[in-house]
Structure formats: structure tokens, C-alpha cells
């Protein structure tokens, strides 16, 4: 994937003192110091994500793991580093993952279940923190069914995506996806989309921070680039 223009940081940091839900994740709009990059998509996520069985063989729960890109790892943590080495803990990063959490709740997470074709209602996340390490904030959180499912002899559909491309996600070259637990019989298959065309790539490019909403031919490409997960339960 061929990434865009990163976020410009500039100025003196402090603590932010505004967080609004123009992106999914509460992009952090400082009154000085940070701005982010004009180029559409604002962030760049590298996912993966974790399939949870029970003991019985039932599906439980989705785990995504999320790994943000250098420069708005660098912008999100400002003002949660309480030891000023620029190293937060998990701790000093909480209210940080509470944030990202109750933003999130508006777009679904950006994860959409679905059995033999039907959308499955998730609950609210657990698990869920930020941890910053090698210079990468990665948002790790879990998300429960509504209830346990016997998927064998169905097909589960995992998706996880932002159809307004506010966030690019990508699934990661490495591990993307893992069953766990008891998913004995089950085998999943991984679908990424295709790369952008670069004319259509030039017109996202220019679209502002502050429009979360895309124009419908721009939006009809974007919601197609999901990153699905189609796992097969015998």
C-alpha cells in the first residue's frame, strides 16, 4: 500500500484540550501546535485481528489489534507521558483507550461480523487499552457477540474496515488473522482489497480533515475496500 502525506507536527506540545469525532478516533485538535496532514486518509492503521472459540467450540468474540501509524502514534500521546521520557505507560494511556473506544462506538468499531450472510450484533468492547512501544501506539481491544454462536456447517464473514476512509486499514503482512481457542474443524481465508487507483487516490488527497463524509462516487470506491476475513467452521 503506498502511504500518504503524514501529519505535520510543529510548535510546542502540550496536553490536548479538545477531542472531537471527526475521525472514528478522536482526533486530538490542539488551539496551537498540531495540525493534521491535508492528504485523505488521516490515519493508517495496520490491523490484525483475533477469532475467538470457547471450550465448546462456539464463536465468542472478535480481537483487534491496531497498529497506528509513526507520525499520529507520535501526535496521540502527547500529554499522557506522566514520567516525560516519551515512553507512556499502559496505565497513562487509558484514558487515551477510553476515548478511542467511545468514538469508535458511532461507526461500529469498523468491524462488522455477519453469519451466512446475516450481520451479527456485537457487545460493548472489553479488554481494551493502548500501549506505546518501538515508536507505534497500538489500540488493542475485544468485542464480544451478543450471545455464543455455533457457526459449523456456516459461514462467519469478519470485516474490518472504514468505509469513509477517514482511517486507511490495512490488514498486516504478518499474522493478520488467528483463530483462537477451541476452533477445531475451522480454516479461514483472508481477502484485501485492491490498492487505489492513483486518479482516484489524487481526488481523496484533497479532501480536508474536517469532512468526515465523502462525495457518493468517491464514497462507492472506498466502501469496497474491506479487509475480510472468511472463516469456514466443517
Known amino acids: 500500500m503506498t502511504r500518504p502525506a503524514r501529519y505535520r507536527i510543529t510548535g510546542y506540545i502540550r496536553r490536548p484540550t479538545q477531542w472531537i469525532a471527526a475521525s472514528a478516533l478522536a482526533l486530538a485538535i490542539l488551539e496551537t501546535g498540531l495540525s493534521p496532514a491535508s492528504a485523505h486518509p488521516h490515519i493508517l492503521i495496520d490491523a490484525r485481528a483475533e477469532i475467538l472459540f470457547n471450550a465448546q467450540g462456539l464463536l465468542v468474540a472478535v480481537r483487534n489489534v491496531w497498529d497506528f501509524d509513526d507520525a499520529f502514534s507520535a501526535f496521540a500521546i502527547q500529554g499522557y507521558d506522566t514520567r516525560n521520557n516519551g515512553n507512556p505507560t499502559r496505565a497513562d494511556l487509558q484514558p487515551l483507550a477510553e476515548i478511542n473506544l467511545k468514538s469508535l462506538k458511532e461507526y461500529g468499531y469498523f468491524t462488522q461480523v455477519k453469519i451466512d450472510g446475516t450481520l451479527v450484533a456485537v457487545g460493548h468492547p472489553e479488554d481494551y487499552y493502548d500501549i506505546f512501544a518501538d515508536e507505534k501506539l497500538?489500540?488493542?481491544?475485544?468485542?464480544?457477540?451478543?450471545?455464543?454462536?455455533?457457526?459449523?456447517?456456516?459461514?462467519?464473514?469478519?470485516?474490518?474496515?472504514?468505509?469513509?476512509?477517514?482511517?486507511?486499514?490495512?490488514?498486516?503482512?504478518?499474522?493478520?488473522?488467528?483463530?483462537?481457542?477451541?476452533?477445531?474443524?475451522?480454516?479461514?481465508?483472508?481477502?484485501?482489497?485492491?490498492?487505489?487507483?492513483?486518479?482516484?487516490?489524487?481526488?481523496?488527497?484533497?479532501?480536508?480533515?474536517?469532512?468526515?463524509?465523502?462525495?457518493p462516487e468517491l464514497f462507492a470506491i472506498t466502501n469496497k475496500l474491506v479487509n475480510a476475513t472468511r472463516i469456514v467452521c466443517k
Open 138 to 215: 497500538t489500540l488493542r481491544f475485544t468485542l464480544p457477540l451478543a450471545k455464543p454462536l455455533d457457526v459449523h456447517g456456516k459461514t462467519v464473514e469478519i470485516d474490518v474496515y472504514d468505509p469513509a476512509y477517514f482511517a486507511a486499514i490495512t490488514f498486516a503482512k504478518k499474522s493478520p488473522v488467528r483463530l483462537a481457542g477451541n476452533a477445531t474443524g475451522c480454516e479461514s481465508i483472508i481477502h484485501r482489497p485492491e490498492p487505489l487507483d492513483p486518479g482516484v487516490a489524487s481526488q481523496l488527497a484533497v479532501i480536508p480533515a474536517d469532512q468526515r463524509t465523502l462525495p
